[in-house]
């Protein structure tokens, strides 16, 4: 029986990220995925300079050996619009990753012992601790498995249904032919939202890739809505018009909209699992990382007591990072559909509310400083930017 004190299920960001902290506090843990490392994972991919600050991340080392695409400006529109060109002229706003390598990056410095190729066959309590496939045995349980993760259901069993953002794309490599071609500059993703606002694409190149995808909030017909998408970017030449690669799909919550149960006795979830995607751009990796590094603050400081009372701070944590959860839906909403319609058009023609609130605020959150967290120095307590 392999002992632990945490057992993480789901080895990326949010899992690699909670294991690493864990390490650098001297608390061991365990990651058990069912993938084996390097694997392909649908994303658009990319990280805002907070989050390498977050991680701890050297971009010029980073980039040495992985695709690291500076972001320096944003197309966006409404589908049938012209769309709006926001520049930035300081440091990258934002970096472009592939998922297949960022992932395996994280995990394999995270100082956790690995057990991949293993999904969760079984979960059961014994005593003050859980037995997981009969072989694992941890005081704390974490689920860090994504929008479909075991332990998430595990504790979120009789849960109604949820309302997921689910998603399509595709990633890439550009042929010679295909690069000297492609008017999609690297440095600037296009992001078009879907005329009923249900839902965004984008076109997104790092370096020699290109990334190509759609997402809603209503799942109904999303293959179509893809085509329709796809179709109208070959038309304007923005695509290539022979894509080698199939359209794979993924879904999330969005962190408004989600009501998981987030502790519960000697369990935690974090990532995707918790649903913490931004409602606006439905963004999930720096959400991912910041409830890792709340979670293992957590966890250092509740000792022994991995009770709900225990682990509720991580709950304050996490109202205090990102607000409070509104399943019900926020303000706008509410509002009748043809008037947001009317409303998003006008705002997405107006340039400077463009860059200043759908990128800067709603999809880059510039507006929020990196987290402060100290899990290395256990005589500090959690601390958060104003």
């Known amino acids: 029986m392999l002992e632990t004190r945490v057992l993480i299920v789901g080895g990326g960001p949010a899992g690699s990220t909670l294991a690493w902290s864990l390490k650098r506090a001297g608390i061991s843990s365990v990651i058990l995925d069912k993938a084996h490392f390097p694997r392909d994972k649908v994303c658009a991919g990319w990280v805002t300079p907070a989050v390498m600050q977050e991680l701890e991340i050297d971009v010029d080392q980073y980039a040495r050996e992985q695709v690291l695409q500076p972001i320096t400006a944003f197309r966006t529109g409404l589908m049938g619009q012209n769309p709006v060109q926001s520049e930035f002229l300081d440091d990258p706003v934002s970096y472009g990753i592939r998922r297949v390598e960022f992932d395996n990056f994280l995990l394999r410095r995270c100082g956790a012992e690995l057990r991949l190729g293993e999904g969760v066959k079984s979960i059961r309590s014994e005593g003050n601790h859980w037995i997981v496939n009969d072989s694992i045995r941890a005081s704390l349980l974490v689920g860090a498995g994504g929008h479909f993760c075991p332990v998430a259901r595990f504790i979120n069993d009789n849960k109604s249904p949820e309302t997921a953002v689910v998603a399509q794309e595709t990633e890439f490599h550009l042929s010679p032919e295909q690069r000297r071609h492609c008017p999609v500059l690297a440095t600037t993703p296009e992001l078009f939202f879907t005329p009923d606002l249900k839902g965004y694409g984008w076109v997104f190149r790092k370096g020699e890739y290109l990334n190509i995808g759609l997402g809603r909030e209503d799942k109904h017909k999303l293959a179509g809505h893809v085509e329709r998408f796809c179709s109208g970017l070959t038309e304007s030449g923005r695509i290539p018009s022979d894509l080698p690669a199939r359209f794979r799909g993924h879904a999330y919550l969005l962190y408004s909209h989600a009501d998981r149960k987030l502790v519960d006795e000697r369990v935690m979830l ?33 000792g022994e007591d991995c009770s709900v009372d225990g682990l509720y701070p991580y709950l304050e944590e996490m109202e205090a990072r990102f607000g409070k959860r509104q399943p019900g839906g926020g303000l706008v909403e509410l509002l009748p559909v043809r008037l947001r319609q009317i409303l998003a058009s006008q705002l997405l023609k107006n340039q400077w509310l463009v860059k200043n609130l759908v990128v800067n605020r709603w999809f880059l959150h510039r507006q929020d400083q990196a987290l402060k967290l100290h899990c290395s120095q256990p005589d500090l307590e959690l601390q958060h930017p104003v």
């Open 270 to 302: 974090i990532g995707d699992a918790a649903g913490l995607a931004y409602p606006q751009s439905g963004e999930g990796i720096r959400p991912a990382v910041e409830s890792a590094l709340m979670a293992a603050e957590v966890i250092r400081h509740c």
